[in-house]
């Protein structure tokens, strides 16, 4: 009997149901007795490629969603960069140390973005909050800033 | 989306991995090569190899003389020369015209004439490479490099968050196990060297900030971005008159520039507006004892040798100059350089093995011949054994090209392009050609120990400089070179040796269980 479907790699599908063995199997037993040594590992083959075509959707999906995260927080992180610097200097600050000082708490925040957007629980609403801060942000720099 | 954070964290990793592994080994090769481009100078360019100065440097009576036939006549901007130290016993001259183009030659202090140093590109293709990975075309390779630094980072911080609660998998090594022990290997070289990952990627990021990140710069200063550099590292300027003028004594300003320094030593002086009377001239301090780029630079007057402005970096800018320094690392300091020699190769290492693990794991699972795992084979071969080859070819070439060759310099590129193309074909041919996953592995190895054995005898028939002779002269970069290539060719032939020695193995049960 297979045993549940090994989770393989970080790709795997969260929900450990044992997979009818060989049902749609995309790759024929043929190509998987180029591997005849083992015969757990060829049934390892086949049931998981069984369950292929969910895990490519939710891959295409995952991947899609890191995009947008990797795009977006450079934009978040753009405009906050931009407006530590501009309220920097409001603040006394010269402004080429406002500058610098924002900059470098600009790269030091993106990655920290990049992995709370990805773990975050409900992404739609963290988006969302982001999204309309950046915006609100930029107006603020549009408006403020230069000195 | 993702079950936890652990999965997420794994996921991450291994498709931002994936996706930049390529880039950012070439990165961390050139970069580690870059931190010895002196000595690469020295092996590579002959005419270099002289011995350090003994007596005291005069810019007045050794220098001027050299300069003024050659600027004669024209209108420069400015011109600069970068002054001897431990790693270079020559003097660097760069003469920059009013349209920004630069121009760099070699001048022998002891004999006092300029050097012909046409021929090759030396250490300098290595360090340029590292940053721009050699593509001119705007600012494509840098802006490649930035963003694979940082998707770098990202990758580093969901490794670390992977393990965040399984402390011991850092500190254990299976080697008997087949794709744990690579595994083991990504993780040790990852942990091992982490405080340095971290910090080069970031400072490599930050260094070049204008173009990563240009929004403070566009927010503070609206339409007057040109005026940030010069308000942040407080420099001085001032347009020429038109009028001629005659330069005061540089060596009178070298010992002002001394006394203010209290124990620093020049490490360039630049003199802008040449020939002009309201020359300037700015000397920078030896940053040969300090981790920042701050060179404290001083600013005389041209005619009178007054001193007109000292630059003091603000707590930000200083900020900013240190982690520029710890990057760039012109600290001249062997050990810390051997640190981060060995860190760097050190991140090769991490991320070559992350690579082969990657391969091995879906080798062991899934049939043979999938496109995406043979492309990923055929990319590991072409970056870890087809760089080295590539470098050794160029080495090679850089002693076996006819000195009179004209372009020589680039046909150097054009070798080190040849190889590496060559290799990469090689290594997808094998691949695709066959299920034997070692296949290009061993030709390789061979190769690489035969080209790293052929270079310094090269050297040694080419220059007389065998490495009996380089050792016994005292002429120790030539001899680090000459002694890495050799050990290289050490490494790379037991590897060859090894590799013909095993078989390849049906993939074991306990094997698969255990990736």
């Not at chain 1, 969260?14 to 049934?43: E, G, V, W």
Request: hydrophobic share 50%; proline share 6%.
């Amino acid at each position: 009997m297979p045993k549940a479907c090994p989770p393989f790699g970080p790709l795997a599908v969260d929900k450990a149901s044992p997979c009818p063995p060989y049902k749609s199997a995309p790759r024929s037993p043929i190509k998987c007795q180029c591997n005849p040594a083992n015969k757990l590992a060829l049934k390892e083959i086949c049931v998981r490629t069984a369950a292929k075509p969910s895990g490519n959707n939710a891959a295409l999906a995952r991947g899609a969603y890191l995009l947008a995260v990797l795009i977006g927080s450079y934009g978040v992180i753009w405009s906050l960069t931009g407006s530590i610097a501009v309220a920097l200097s409001r603040l006394g600050l010269e402004r080429s140390e406002a500058v610098i000082a924002g900059t470098l708490l600009g790269f030091v925040l993106y990655p920290a973005l990049v992995i709370a957007a990805l773990a975050a629980r409900r992404p739609l609403r963290l988006w969302a909050l982001l999204m309309a801060a950046g915006v609100l942000l930029e107006v603020l720099n549009r408006c403020w800033g230069g000195s | 989306m993702f079950a936890n954070l652990r999965q997420a964290m794994l996921w991450l990793h291994s498709v931002l991995g994936l996706g930049c592994v390529g880039l950012l080994f070439l990165v961390f090769f050139m970069g580690s090569l870059a931190l010895y481009d002196s000595e690469l100078d020295r092996w590579m360019l002959p005419q270099t190899r002289l011995p350090m100065a003994t007596t005291e440097l005069s810019l007045d009576s050794q220098v001027l003389p050299l300069v003024e036939p050659l600027i004669a006549g024209q209108t420069l901007e400015q011109w600069y020369v970068e002054l001897p130290n431990s790693r270079v016993p020559l003097l660097r001259l760069q003469t920059w015209d009013l349209q920004g183009e630069g121009h760099s030659r070699f001048i022998d202090p002891g004999a006092g004439h300029l050097l012909e140093t046409a021929g090759s590109q030396g250490g300098d293709f290595f360090y340029r490479f590292h940053y721009t990975l050699h593509l001119q075309a705007g600012r494509l390779g840098l802006l490649l490099v930035g963003l694979a630094s940082m998707i770098g980072l990202l990758v580093i911080i969901a490794g670390l968050l992977i393990h965040v609660r399984l402390f011991k998998d850092f500190f254990s090594f299976r080697p008997d196990k087949a794709p744990r022990r690579l595994l083991d290997l990504h993780n040790l070289s990852g942990v091992l060297a982490l405080p340095f990952f971290l910090l080069i990627l970031l400072s490599g990021l930050v260094i070049s900030f204008p173009i990563y990140l240009p929004v403070g710069i566009l927010a503070a200063y609206q339409e007057q971005a040109g005026k940030f550099e010069r308000e942040a590292r407080d420099l001085f300027s001032r347009p020429a008159s038109g009028r001629t003028g005659s330069l005061a004594s540089l060596d009178a300003m070298v010992e002002q520039a001394r006394t203010i320094w209290q124990d620093g030593e020049p490490a360039f002086v630049r003199v802008w507006h040449p020939g002009d009377a309201r020359a300037y001239v700015e000397i920078g301090r030896s940053l040969a004892k300090r981790l920042s780029t701050d060179a404290e630079p001083l600013y005389f007057d041209g005619s009178s040798g007054q001193l007109l402005w000292q630059a003091r970096l603000k707590p930000a800018a200083s900020t900013y100059s240190l982690l520029a320094g710890l990057h760039v690392a012109h600290f001249q300091q062997p050990l810390l350089r051997a640190l981060y020699f060995l860190a760097g190769v050190g991140g090769c290492l991490m991320l070559a093995s992350g690579l082969l693990y990657w391969i091995e794991k879906r080798r062991l699972r899934l049939p043979a011949g999938r496109a995406g795992l043979r492309s990923m084979q055929a990319l590991a071969a072409s970056l870890i054994t087809g760089l080295p080859l590539a470098t050794l070819s160029m080495l090679a070439a850089n002693r076996l090209l006819p000195e009179t060759l004209a372009q020589r310099a680039d046909w150097e590129v054009a070798a080190f392009c040849a190889a590496w193309l060559a290799a990469t074909l090689h290594s997808i041919f094998i691949v695709y050609r066959s299920a034997e996953h070692r296949a290009p592995w061993r030709a390789q190895c061979g190769l690489v120990a035969l080209l790293a054995l052929a270079a310094p005898l090269l050297n040694g028939l080419s220059t007389g400089d065998y490495l009996w002779r380089t050792l016994g002269q005292g002429q120790w970069a030539v001899a680090g070179v000459d002694g890495a290539l050799l050990l290289v060719a050490i490494l790379a032939g037991g590897a060859w040796l090894r590799l013909a020695r095993i078989e390849t193995r049906p993939a074991r049960l306990e094997a698969v269980k255990d990736a």
